[in-house]
């Protein structure tokens, strides 16, 4: 009897493990909500499951903003990323929403991605360095080339970020 209680206790603990895995491996047992950024802005897209495709996900997403008449972009992202975290919270702020009207923007959190993944579904290898990115996005699901990296983030100040915003924004709509 007492073997078949421990037996039956070590099952137990094995499926409450189990059911308690977190990590980009266990999406399936806590589902997409653990995976969605903190802070979305006002009108942004953030809903990529991280088990689908990613270039399939970003062609639909393409097609979507084209048949509402906007530009799309992909915005890769981390949690842990100061900038990324400033973008976001300032993206609804008057002096910096007006820059995002007619944009269709997708967010990715880099965090549950590898380099290796996104640079085989999305990027030409080495388009994508640091986060934050910002990047124009291809009706195929690509990124054709026009992109702003952490760098211009890292060197802009508190109040730069309409500056950087501005110059990618004016430069990709040329």
């Given at each position: 009897m007492t073997t078949v209680r421990n037996c039956w206790s070590l099952l137990l603990i094995a499926a409450l493990l189990s059911a308690c895995a977190v990590g980009p491996g266990s999406r399936e047992s806590i589902g997409i909500s653990s995976y969605l950024p903190k802070e979305v802005p006002d009108g942004w897209i953030a809903d990529f499951s991280y088990d689908e495709n990613l270039r399939d996900y970003l062609r639909r997403q393409s097609h979507l903003a084209e048949r509402s008449g906007k530009q799309a972009f992909v915005f890769f992202f981390a949690e842990w990323c100061a900038p990324c975290v400033r973008i976001r919270n300032?993206?609804?702020?008057?002096d910096l929403s007006s820059l995002f009207e007619r944009k269709h923007i997708v967010m990715i959190n880099f965090d549950y991605m590898n380099l290796d993944q996104i640079v085989s579904q999305a990027f030409?290898?080495?388009?994508?360095?640091?986060?934050?990115?910002?990047?124009?996005?291809?009706?195929?699901?690509?990124?054709?080339?026009?992109?702003?990296?952490?760098?211009a983030w890292r060197d802009a100040v508190q109040g730069d970020d309409e500056r950087v915003l501005r110059g990618f924004f004016d430069a990709v709509s040329k």
């Open positions: 300032r993206a609804s702020d008057a030409v290898p080495g388009k994508i360095k640091v986060v934050p990115a910002l990047a124009l996005l291809g009706k195929d699901g690509t990124v054709p080339g026009q992109i702003v990296y952490g760098s």
